[in-house]
């Protein structure tokens, strides 16, 4: 149903230069004023910011607009943006469409009226789409106040200190029978060369000691239902007094992920023989050496050349393309410690390129090559090669490097080679996504809610990622990211409700049937049949608006507010046009 | 001057509308001839969306949804699986060449893909040549 006369507003942004390189943004405007309903068109440099939505607002007031579209960047991007700037001047929320000009129209044409043609099909749309929205009233309920973090690394050691200090109470799942995570697999860190055990073994002991956090060992989520604010949690743990485990059910608002990474495995690199020559191990089997306060070779003799290959299964076109962010910095770590215990040896890392970025890092490279370390450069894709040296050599091993800055083919000796394997997304990685429902990237990284403005919140609300699970990630990052979640969660946690989007299914009794179709096809058997009136109805909290049931009832009788059948075929009458 | 197909897509919020965006900021070109309608969920796609756009003048129709197995509401995408084959035989009888209309999956992380899919599919309309139906709605309209 259309609005009598609606009064619409059209905002056309240029996001700086960035839809206004590609399309005309004003003759976009001139077209969207000439629209039925459209009052007031403009095209502004940034519509997201302050002044951009000060004259959304100025203009609701003074031209009493009822209706609002922008076209600029992705809804996904700026909706909840711009639908607070409807609510500051009063009006519902729900009369706001955005047309997406950027990621589906300047960012991926060139030909600029091609362009503006396709940006003005999508504003056409919108404001056809926009004459038929409801104002809809968000539902308000209680939010648990309990948090359920996944991990029992450092990443989620540190959120779960957060909820305690704050003292809410925190679930903390840990698969192991041990806390700590990969960081407790750790010796020293970069740059500081502190101890890692120091950091973790302290971390350990406030959670375990603290009122607020409990802790499973051993177990894992088995399933998670609910919404944010609402989330009932299935916890499988093997601890207990049986031994035969059991299953233990808590209520939380929100999740954390904090599931890590884990190491490549170096057995699939088959040119560095890993796994036949004895004296190539992997970082953190040196790691375990060096807890163990012995750096040594497999026959138990000092080795006199320790070299170190980078981008071991990282930035390397068969297996991982992507950096893995803390091996760099971890290789230099190893050349320290390695002379540090055994000052007559020689030292060889054997890099790509070398990442010092971070705090401290660009000066922790410099001291680091100042110890006499051989860096070599080899260049990606022309790996160097190692092979086991004659018996009449000082050395275990040679290997040959087509070095880069001098142009040369060296040959050197080593008799421990540590290779740096980068970091993978877990095995389970595709388990944990599918339990709490979130997205996974080509590599099998949980996908945040924006890479850069809204790294730790994913696409369901109620869903945190913090540390390695969402990419590489060094220990400080890792730590920032935890804070920033338990952050985002404990202001969630202070209002004490949470506004639902008031976008659900409903059904129109009248027309019902009873046929009951709809009942079977919710997954999440948000619709009930009442038999003494033989209706079905939807439980609007437990309903997520995936509109399955509208699409299926035979009757029609089922509505998708804000995706009403109505509105989609205004849009399909606006792009077509 | 040759003939631009007019597409509509159908894209789900989460996987496939998301995997367009991706397309954006990575800026992967492709065929300005797709226009997008987001629905929260392939299964939400009614069939009459569908004959709505070969209606009103769309010469092909594109449906994406997350892979099988990825949806974010568990199996609305096996919905969409189900209800599609049934969709294709009611087109064949209409006349509607097979390769108007697509169902295909967009993951979140799959920009380049989308971008293919919707070149792919803008070659293959471009060469099937205008949809009829807006022809025989013409012509039908005039017998009566």
Not at chain 1, 323 to 348: F, G, I
Request: net charge negative; glycine share 8%; charged share 25%.
């Amino acid at each position: 149903m259309s609005a009598e006369s609606p009064r619409i507003g059209v905002y056309v942004c240029n996001c700086g230069t960035n839809i206004a390189k590609v399309v005309d943004c004003d003759a976009v405007a001139d077209f969207a004023s000439q629209l039925p309903g459209v009052v007031v068109a403009r095209s502004y440099k940034y519509m997201c910011s302050n002044p951009g939505q000060e004259m959304i607002v100025q203009d609701i007031q003074e031209q009493q607009l009822d209706r609002v579209v922008v076209a600029s960047c992705s809804p996904r991007m700026h909706e909840p943006t711009f639908r607070r700037a409807l609510q500051s001047a009063s009006l519902n929320p729900y009369f706001l469409e955005m047309a997406n000009i950027r990621e589906q129209v300047s960012w991926v044409h060139d030909d600029g009226a091609i362009a503006t043609d396709k940006a003005k099909a999508l504003v056409r749309a919108a404001v056809n789409r926009v004459t038929r929205h409801e104002p809809l009233e968000s539902m308000s309920v209680d939010m648990c106040p309990d948090t359920l973090i996944i991990g029992g690394g450092i990443a989620g050691m540190t959120a779960a200190l957060e909820f305690a200090d704050a003292g809410k109470r925190a679930y903390l799942v840990e698969k192991l029978d041990h806390l700590g995570g990969n960081v407790a697999r750790v010796d020293l860190t970069a740059p500081y060369m502190d101890a890692a055990g120091d950091i973790v073994a302290d971390r350990v002991r406030r959670v375990i000691e603290s009122p607020n956090i409990e802790v499973f060992l051993n177990s894992e989520v088995r399933s998670l239902d609910g919404f944010v604010g609402n989330f009932t949690a299935m916890i499988h743990t093997s601890e207990g007094p049986a031994g035969n485990g059991h299953d233990v059910k808590v209520r939380v608002g929100n999740v954390v992920v904090c599931t890590g990474y884990k190491e490549f495995d170096a057995t699939r690199v088959t040119h560095y023989g890993y796994g036949k020559l004895p004296n190539v191990i992997t970082s953190f089997e040196f790691e375990h050496m060096l807890h163990e306060g012995r750096i040594e070779m497999k026959d138990g003799r000092p080795p006199q050349y320790v070299a170190i290959i980078h981008c071991v299964g990282s930035r390397s076109p068969e297996f991982h393309t992507y950096c893995s962010r803390v091996c760099c910095m971890t290789a230099l770590k190893y050349a320290r410690e390695v002379k540090s215990a055994l000052p007559t040896s020689y030292v060889s890392d054997i890099y790509i390129d070398m990442h010092a970025f971070g705090k401290g890092m660009e000066d922790f490279y410099r001291r680091s090559s100042e110890i006499k370390t051989l860096f070599l450069m080899y260049k990606r894709g022309d790996h160097p090669v190692i092979r086991k040296a004659d018996p009449g050599d000082d050395c275990d091993m040679l290997i040959e490097v087509h070095e880069q800055l001098s142009g040369e083919t060296i040959e050197i000796p080593a008799d421990l080679v540590i290779l740096m394997v980068g970091m993978e997304a877990r095995e389970d990685s595709e388990e944990v996504a599918h339990l709490v429902n979130i997205s996974r990237d080509k590599d099998g990284w949980f996908i945040e809610s924006h890479p850069k403005l809204d790294p730790v919140a994913t696409t369901t609300e109620g869903i945190y990622i913090a540390g390695a699970c969402a990419a590489p990630k060094d220990i400080p990052d890792t730590v920032a990211q935890a804070r920033a979640a338990a952050g985002r969660i404990l202001s969630k946690i202070a209002r004490g409700k949470i506004e639902i989007e008031a976008v659900y299914a409903e059904v129109d009794e009248e027309r019902c049937s009873g046929c009951r179709i709809c009942n079977d096809l919710c997954p999440y058997v948000a619709i009930e049949y009442d038999p003494e009136t033989k209706r079905s109805h939807v439980i609007s909290a437990l309903c997520k608006a995936c509109g399955a049931c509208v699409a299926a009832c035979p009757s029609g009788a089922i509505k998708a507010r804000h995706f009403t059948d109505a509105q989609i075929f205004a849009e399909i009458e606006g792009v077509l046009a | 001057m040759s003939f631009e197909p007019k597409i509509v897509g159908f894209l789900c919020n989460w996987c496939s509308y998301t995997g367009a965006d991706l397309a954006g900021t990575s800026r992967i070109h492709y065929a300005p001839n797709v226009r997008i309608i987001r629905v929260m969920c392939s299964a939400r796609i009614d069939p009459t969306f569908v004959l709505k756009a070969l209606h009103d003048g769309a010469d092909g129709v594109l449906i994406c949804g997350c892979h099988p197995g990825d949806c974010h509401y568990t199996e609305g995408n096996y919905k969409t699986m189900r209800r599609f084959p049934l969709l294709k035989r009611m087109l064949a009888d209409f006349g509607i060449e097979d390769e108007r209309v697509r169902l295909e999956w967009v993951s979140a992380s799959e920009g380049q893909r989308f971008a293919d899919l919707v070149d792919d599919m803008t070659e293959r309309i471009r060469a099937l040549g205008p949809s009829r139906v807006q022809a025989d709605l013409a012509t039908d309209m005039a017998e009566r």
